[in-house]
């Protein structure tokens, strides 16, 4: 398999990241402080009562498996791989735009339409369990549903990874799917939150990694809305 890093993210004549592990570990930080002051700030700003709730058709009959918080979890080693494993130094700017511009325009619509879901009650018997508390109370009050920086996170991720080598791209999406739907069987989001988040991811992609096809796409729209 080539890597498609060279071909898709780095292009002729970029530099290595210098020096890399500093770079990269510092990126890291910063990445996780703004995740979670936004998530702080979102809490503080928005009040409980005002965020919505969502009906359940389909959420209601998927059963509850505090077990699948591992997978769940998964979400941070897949934040962390793409920078972990891309040297070139344009290349891990864009995936730190990336990272950012998702992560702002989620807490912009937490603030805007706040929605919130109703968790189950359950006893702490297992280790599964006292993990999954322990979710609860690290996202507590749940008002960050739609759209869920989990879900757009780990398929943000694997897009990226996609687009250096196709086959860790294919397998990092199968793994973000597993991992959505562990935001439902540990009763973190609605469906509707795994479909916006997709829909969100894929346009940051987009326009961070491939802003010619995204102007080419208003180009082709244009005349349409004249």
């Known amino acids: 398999m080539v890597d498609r890093q060279s071909v898709s993210l780095i292009g002729p004549g970029h530099a290595p990241l210098p ?15 703004l995740w979670a002051i936004g998530y702080f700030i979102v809490k503080w700003i ?28 998964g979400l941070y080693p897949m934040f962390i791989f793409p920078l972990l494993w891309i040297r070139d130094e344009a290349a891990f700017s864009k995936v730190i735009r990336a990272y950012t511009a998702l992560m702002l325009f989620c807490y912009l619509i937490f603030v805007a339409y706040p929605v919130r879901i109703e968790r189950p009650e359950f006893a702490v018997t297992t280790f599964a369990t006292w993990a999954l508390s322990v979710v609860y109370r690290a996202d507590n009050p749940p008002i960050n549903c739609l759209p869920s920086v989990h879900v757009a ?9 996609r687009e250096i080598r196709r086959d860790v ?31 969100v ?3 940051v992609f987009q326009f961070v990694f491939h802003p010619d096809r995204v102007a080419k796409l208003f180009t082709r729209l244009r005349p349409i809305g004249d």
């Open 46 to 73: 928005v009040d409980v009562s005002d965020a919505r709730l969502l009906p359940e058709p389909i959420e209601s009959r998927i059963p509850f498996v505090p077990g699948s918080v591992f997978t769940y979890l």
């Open 153 to 161: 996170m780990v398929f943000l991720s694997a897009f990226i990874l």
């Open 201 to 203: 991811s894929y346009a």
């Open 19 to 33: 020096p890399a592990h500093y770079k990269q570990g510092f990126a890291i930080l910063m990445a996780f402080t």
């Open 169 to 199: 791209g294919a397998a990092a999406l199968l793994y973000a799917a597993a991992i959505t739907l562990c935001t439902l069987t540990t009763k973190q989001h609605y469906i509707a939150d795994g479909v916006v988040s997709l829909i």
